[in-house]
């Protein structure tokens, strides 16, 4: 059984930073894209970030490039979403997931095949 449990979320003033953690567990980690999406109260889930099986390709959503940084460790199972520069319109609950079509990485969420709990991140103006 696929499990990713995400941690790292938490209150912070704009202009801070976060870290967000995803531990995976139950399918072959490093064979997968990992991808992160946020949603927002009242607003659809949004993608926010996505990294090949080997860590070689990322993209993000327009939103937070140059802003947030995605990576991964594959020995220890785990992506990552380094957060800088945050602002009170980044406040959602964040999700990982792991992509079962395309190793390279989906930015379409119908891709990803197994979502973890989601971890609330909430930016004081």
């Known amino acids: 059984q696929v499990q990713l449990v995400e941690s790292g979320g938490g209150l912070v003033q704009a202009g801070g930073s976060l870290r967000l953690s995803c531990a995976a567990s139950g399918r072959t980690f490093s064979s997968y894209a990992m991808g992160w999406f946020r949603q927002a109260p009242g607003k659809e889930r949004e993608f926010v970030a996505t990294?090949?099986?080997?860590?070689?390709?990322?993209y993000y959503g327009d939103s937070v490039k140059g802003r947030f940084t995605i990576s991964r460790d594959n020995a220890k199972n785990t992506v990552y979403l380094q957060m800088n520069s945050l602002k009170p319109e980044d406040t959602a609950v964040y999700y990982c997931?792991?992509?079962?079509?395309?190793?390279?990485?989906?930015?379409?969420?119908?891709?990803?095949?197994?979502w973890g709990q989601g971890t609330q991140v909430t930016v004081s103006s």
């Open positions: 990294i090949s099986w080997n860590g070689g390709n990322t």
């Open positions: 997931a792991s992509d079962g079509l395309n190793p390279s990485g989906s930015l379409y969420e119908g891709a990803y095949d197994y």
